[in-house]
C-alpha cells in the first residue's frame, strides 16, 4: 500500500490523505486550507475518482471543506462519518454514510475493515483504523485525550503498519499544563471584575471552555452564549455518547442566551466566530471597550484575530483540544506503529510526501 499526503503536513489546514494498494483506494479527509486561500488537497483528477471510499474525522473545514470539490472532480463514492459531522457540515455530502456507534468495526468489503473511535476533539470527532490489502493505516483525526468535555476512546495497544497522528502543538508540554494556563488567565480577567469575551468554533471547544470555567469557578461569575453556542449547549447538556457523564454536574442553567451586542456587565462572553471574521464581532469589540478578549485557537489567515493581537487588544492562550508533539510521540509510544507521520503542524514539513507501508 502507499500513503500519499495530499495536504495537512508541513500546511495550513487542508487534512487529506490518500491511500492505494492493488485493488482499493481510499481517501481520509479533504479540507481546505486555513490561510485565507482555501487551497484544495493535491489530489489527482484519476485519485479521486478512483478512491472508493471518503472518510471524515470530523466537520471542521480543514477536513471537509473540499468534499464538494472532490465531489464535482468525479468522486462517487460513499463518504462516512458520525451522526453528528453528518448534522455539522454545511454542504451534506450526496453519498453520506453514516457510521452506528454500536458497531465501531465493520466490514466493508473482504479485505476491508473500518475501525473507529471518538477522539475527544469535538462531538462528532473520530479516528480510523483501517485495514485493507492486509495493511492498517491509522487515522487519529484531531485528537485530545483528557478534555474535560469530550469523549475519548484512547488509542492503546493498536497496531497498524502507518499512523498519521496530530501533533498541532510544537512542544512537549501537555493538555493539562494548557489548559490550567488558559484557565488561570481567564479566571484572573474575572476576578479583576471585566468582561471577558470568548471567541470560539461553533463546534468544539466552546462548550468545553464554558464548562471547565464554570467547574472551576463555582458558578461565581456570570456566563453567558450566544444563540449558537447556547444552542448546542441545551442539545448536549445532558447528552452522553460524544459528551463526559461528569457534565451533568454543571446545571443546564449554568448559561444564559446572550444577544451578542454588547459585553459591559462582568462575566464571560461566548462568541462563536473563533477568528473574528464577522463585522458584528469587531463591532462589539468596539461597543465593549473595557472587555478583555481572550482568543483560545491558533490565528489563522482569514478573520482579523491576527490584527486584535497585534493591536493589544486581544491576547491568546492557546486551549488545548488537538496533541502537542510530546503528546503524540506518547500516543505513538502505546501502540505498536510502523511509520509514523505528525501531521497538523504547519511548522513541520514531512519527510516525504509519499510512503509505501
Ligand atoms: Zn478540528
Ligand atoms: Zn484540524
Redesign the pocket.
Known amino acids: 500500500m502507499r500513503l500519499s499526503i495530499a495536504g495537512g503536513c508541513g500546511d495550513f489546514g487542508r487534512s487529506c490523505f490518500f491511500v492505494s494498494g492493488n485493488q482499493h483506494a481510499y481517501i481520509v479527509d479533504c479540507g481546505t486550507s486555513t490561510d485565507g486561500k482555501d487551497r484544495v488537497p493535491d489530489l489527482t483528477a484519476d485519485e479521486i475518482r478512483g478512491a472508493e471510499y471518503l472518510f471524515l474525522t470530523?466537520s471542521?473545514r480543514?477536513?471537509t471543506g473540499a468534499v464538494e470539490y472532490a465531489e464535482r472532480m468525479g468522486f462517487s463514492g460513499p463518504v462516512f462519518m458520525s451522526a453528528q459531522t453528518y448534522r455539522q457540515l454545511g454542504y451534506k455530502p450526496k453519498n453520506a454514510v453514516i457510521m452506528d456507534s454500536t458497531a465501531p468495526e465493520v466490514e466493508l468489503l473482504p479485505d476491508f475493515v473500518l475501525q473507529w473511535g471518538r477522539t475527544g476533539?469535538?462531538c462528532g470527532?473520530v479516528w480510523y483504523a483501517i485495514t485493507c490489502e492486509g495493511k492498517t493505516a491509522f487515522f487519529s483525526g484531531?485528537y485530545r485525550e483528557g478534555d474535560p468535555f469530550y469523549r475519548n476512546d484512547p488509542v492503546r495497544d493498536l497496531t497498524a503498519d502507518i499512523a498519521v497522528i496530530d501533533a498541532a502543538y510544537p512542544t512537549d508540554e501537555t493538555g493539562d499544563v494548557m489548559r490550567e494556563r488558559f484557565l488561570d488567565r481567564a479566571e484572573a480577567i474575572l476576578k479583576e471584575g471585566r468582561a471577558l469575551i470568548l471567541p470560539v468554533p461553533r463546534f468544539?471547544r466552546g462548550l468545553s471552555i464554558a464548562a471547565s470555567l464554570y467547574l472551576r469557578t463555582g458558578g461565581a461569575y456570570p456566563m453567558a452564549m450566544d444563540t449558537r453556542l447556547y444552542r448546542e449547549w441545551r442539545t448536549f447538556a445532558r447528552r452522553k455518547y460524544f459528551v463526559k457523564p461528569g457534565i451533568w454536574e454543571v446545571p443546564v442553567e449554568a448559561f444564559s442566551l446572550w444577544d451578542g451586542q454588547s459585553a459591559d456587565a462582568p462575566g464571560a462572553y461566548f462568541l462563536t466566530d473563533a477568528q473574528l471574521t464577522h463585522a458584528g464581532s469587531r463591532q462589539l469589540a468596539d461597543h465593549s471597550p473595557d472587555a478583555a478578549i481572550l482568543l483560545s485557537g491558533s490565528l489563522h489567515g482569514y478573520g482579523r484575530a491576527r490584527d486584535f493581537v497585534e493591536a493589544g487588544r486581544a491576547e491568546q492562550a492557546l486551549w488545548p483540544n488537538h496533541m502537542t508533539y510530546g503528546e503524540m510521540q506518547a500516543l505513538a509510544g502505546a501502540n505498536h506503529f510502523g511509520t509514523v507521520v505528525p501531521y497538523h503542524d504547519p511548522g513541520r514539513q514531512p519527510e516525504q510526501r509519499v510512503f509505501e507501508f
Open positions: 470530523h471542521h480543514d477536513h476533539h469535538c470527532a484531531d468544539g
